[in-house]
């Protein structure tokens, strides 16, 4: 199964990209799905391939290309060629950095007379280090592959390298030659790439030096492609998240007016002007956002509650009473459930409280009840008391503001209240 992730930043990829893949033993699949994923996205932008077989699960890598393209018909017609390491790096019998990079070039030029759109290469070179000079010669064929090939040939390439056979200095060094770095699945453009030059005439530490701070400087100026796709993916996942949510809270709140028609249209009411005052508060966008979907769903719970107590007409009995303030702690049992909908699950458990400890049902005060509860508090009362109930006629918009100013600090906020009836409730048209 296929890291998609890989697939679609390997898709970003292009000629000129010279990438390595640094590999331990253990990463088996995340190192087949990384080369897997490279084939696949250079075929099917008509390049043509080169695989160089190595250390790697051979294998697992042609599964892998099974399972997404015409594996067979692609190597048939020439598009990807599979090759052993003596065939395609030491036809002589031993690696030669120039008659490679010469190749390289006549291959990318027989791609483009074939028709293809570029050429890529992706071969495994630890096993240079079996020379006796087989590290200089590896730095050798990079430095040359960075030199004369990318930038002037429709060539990319991933240079495989098992990092455990490498010392810490050899790593080092292979690093600063790639601009581009794949490790444990993920591939991240590379600030510590030192660009080639004719060094001959230069101080090269001091170059390095320079060099690397410049990298790093252009690095942080500019966000790489790759962290760009994963940005962009990530707010396309948030967005979907919020809209599913947002969908789901709404089906609960019409479930509510289902089950008591003296509802109808409460809980989007609550949710919007508490949403107002939250916004003349100047809280946090996130807060203002909590407590508009908290206000939507803040009475869920009266859903078990029976349509008899609900409705009926006259004076509620102790125990009727007692069940009914059950419903914030339905509706907290509901939503608590779900980790996105934690806060909001807090909010509606405590919209019942009341500044003076007298609330339901933990009995919380003052400060201790969170904001957005105490706004809560403050709407749900308002609109109840402008809205016809079966036990008594509504009351007016000024009536109601009287009625909340006349429990300022026993059970509503003093703050709160005065914002909310300043700023929106004086406004509002009930």
Known sequence: MFVKSLLKEMKLTTTGDHMVLLYDDEDVELNADAIASYIISRINKN???FYISGDMNEEMILNKLESSIELEEVIKKGQLSILEKNDAYSKEGKFNPKKMIKLLKNLAEESLEEGYNGFAITGEISWVLEY????????????????????NYPVSAICRYNKKKFSSKMVKNIIEVHPIIIYKGKIHENPFYTEIV?????NIEKYQVESMLKNISDFSNRKSRFHQEIQKKEKQYKKLQLNLLENMIVSLSGLLEIHDEYTKNHSQKVADISKMIAQAM?????NISQIYYAGLVHDIGKTLIPREIINKKGKLSKDEFEIIKKHPTHAYKALVKSKELNHIANIVLQHHERIDG?????????????????????????DAMT??????????????????KSNIGKQFDRDIANIAIKEVLDNFKK
């Open 47 to 49: 390049e043509k391939c």
């Open 282 to 286: 100047e809280l946090p966008k996130e």
């Open 132 to 151: 006796e000079d087989g590290f200089q010669r590896i730095m050798d064929y990079e430095y040359m592959l960075n030199d004369e090939i990318f930038g």
């Open 198 to 202: 004719n060094t001959k005439k230069l």
């Open 358 to 382: 007298k609330g339901y049902p933990l009995g919380l005060k003052a400060d201790d009840i969170l904001v957005e509860s105490r706004i809560l508090s403050i709407v749900d009362a308002y």
């Open 387 to 404: 809205s016809h109930r079966p036990y008594r006629k509504k009351l007016t918009k000024e009536e109601a503001i009287q009625e909340i």
